[in-house]
């Protein structure tokens, strides 16, 4: 079955650490995508990536970092500049610029 | 810039009964417009999109909306509700350059 595997479903994180999220995707789409979900305020955009060996920030790209290698992995890192990292993540793909309809199942990341 | 406001944060009806889920966007040329369902501690589920033609989409689970451009909606619709249909929707809005905007989410509660 093709799909979207994001790993781990649940994470914890001490203060000052950085914690790297996995997503991998065999649908063979070129765009793959990190959101995070805080309760009442909807998905907001991270990172994208068009193509491998590119990508761009989105809307609150600020202490996060991405990179994409493989076709097949978008691996967000949450970094110790995130001063809210608690939240959910999701990561999705499509397979050209029209973003919407594979999602990943999220992993939930906390800050302890 | 491109948004999407979810003017209901709850919606509840009685099982069988019709349920309406409201969506207005904003955006810079032609809109991409998407539903997901979003179950606790889950990923997003896709439900339908528009992109052009018809007005009316049909989706899964026997949802459809319908694009209305004069009056910038894309209301999610079902004729009858099911208990199971009780969860959180997001409405969402792209102009085809990878970016997906999310509204806030409406939480349905359908009783027995």
């Known amino acids: 079955d093709g799909g979207i595997t994001q790993s781990p479903k649940y994470l914890f994180r001490k203060e000052g650490q950085n914690v790297t999220l996995s997503c991998e995707q065999n649908?063979?789409?070129?765009?793959m995508y990190w959101y995070r979900q805080d309760p009442g305020q909807g998905l907001r955009l991270i990172y994208y990536?068009?193509?491998?060996?590119?990508?761009q920030k989105g809307d609150i790209a600020e202490g996060y970092s991405v990179s994409r290698e493989k076709k097949e992995s978008f691996p967000l890192t949450v970094t110790s500049a995130q001063k809210n990292p608690t939240a959910f993540y999701l990561c999705?793909?499509?397979?050209?610029?029209?973003?919407?309809?594979?999602f990943g199942p999220g992993t939930r990341l906390t800050v302890l | 810039a491109q948004s999407v406001a979810q003017p209901e944060d709850q919606v509840n009806v009685a099982e069988g009964n019709p349920l309406t889920v409201k969506c207005t966007y904003s955006?810079?040329?032609?809109?991409?417009l998407f539903w997901y369902v979003q179950y606790p501690n889950r990923g997003l589920q896709f439900l339908l999109k528009y992109i052009t033609g018809d007005n009316l989409v049909k989706g899964s689970y026997g949802f459809e909306a319908e694009f209305n451009k004069s009056q910038t909606s894309f209301h999610l619709k079902k004729p009858s509700a099911l208990v199971s249909d009780s969860a959180l929707y997001f409405c969402a809005v792209s102009s085809n350059d990878y970016k997906l905007s999310f509204g806030a989410g409406t939480t349905v509660t359908v009783r027995a």
């Open positions: 955006v810079s040329g032609n809109p991409y």
């Open positions: 649908l063979n789409h070129d765009a």
């Open positions: 999705a793909s499509s397979p050209g610029p029209w973003p919407g309809e594979y």
């Open positions: 990536s068009q193509i491998v060996n590119d990508f």
